[in-house]
């Protein structure tokens, strides 16, 4: 299949992601903009904020006392419940502008980073079960801490381009 028939095949269904009921809350009620984008932001602040003490434990920054397999266990419930509002909010919200953010080169910068930093946490988290007992010590791997970096730099890039996607979309 030809490169520019795939494209306009995702385009037909971009914009009919866009004219579904989802689409239509998102671009045209009143307050349905309004109120999932508040949703995304409490969903992200709730993902990236706890992420981010993993992280800095990761990089041997912050509570260097506890074991990093305790504060991953114990955090990692919180941080995807909040991905999981992210998440789903995000998709509500592209459903309503599906097209122009296709397009836009922000947003696929941020997905790339999201994909990415998926990657990373996969990877860490299957790393993790196999961790030795001195992986949990105050001085974390530099692979570790590299982890660690990566998730925040990741994270930072998605929500810059968030923010940026707002400002180029419209």
Not at 4 to 12: G, W
Not at 104 to 115: D, G
Request: net charge positive; charged share 10%.
């Amino acid at each position: 299949m030809p490169c520019s028939h795939r494209v306009v095949i995702m385009l037909e269904i971009l914009a009919w992601l866009e004219e579904s009921p989802l689409g239509a809350i998102a671009r045209e009620s009143l307050y349905g903009f309004q109120v999932l984008v508040g949703i995304h932001i409490l969903g992200l602040t709730v993902s990236v904020g706890i992420l981010l003490w993993v992280d800095l434990r990761m990089m041997g920054i912050c509570l260097k006392g506890l074991p990093l397999t305790d504060v991953y266990r114990a955090l990692s419930k919180w941080f995807t419940v909040g991905f999981s509002i992210m998440m789903l909010s995000g998709m509500a919200l592209f459903a309503g502008f599906a097209t122009s953010a296709y397009e836009n080169v922000f947003f696929r910068i941020k997905i790339l980073a999201m994909i990415v930093a998926g990657i990373n946490a996969i990877v860490f988290h299957v790393l993790l079960r196999r961790m030795p007992a001195h992986a949990d010590s105050a001085d974390p791997a530099v692979s570790v801490r590299l982890a660690g970096l990566a998730s925040i730099t990741l994270w930072t890039v998605v929500i810059l381009c968030g923010r940026m996607i707002s400002y180029t979309l419209f």
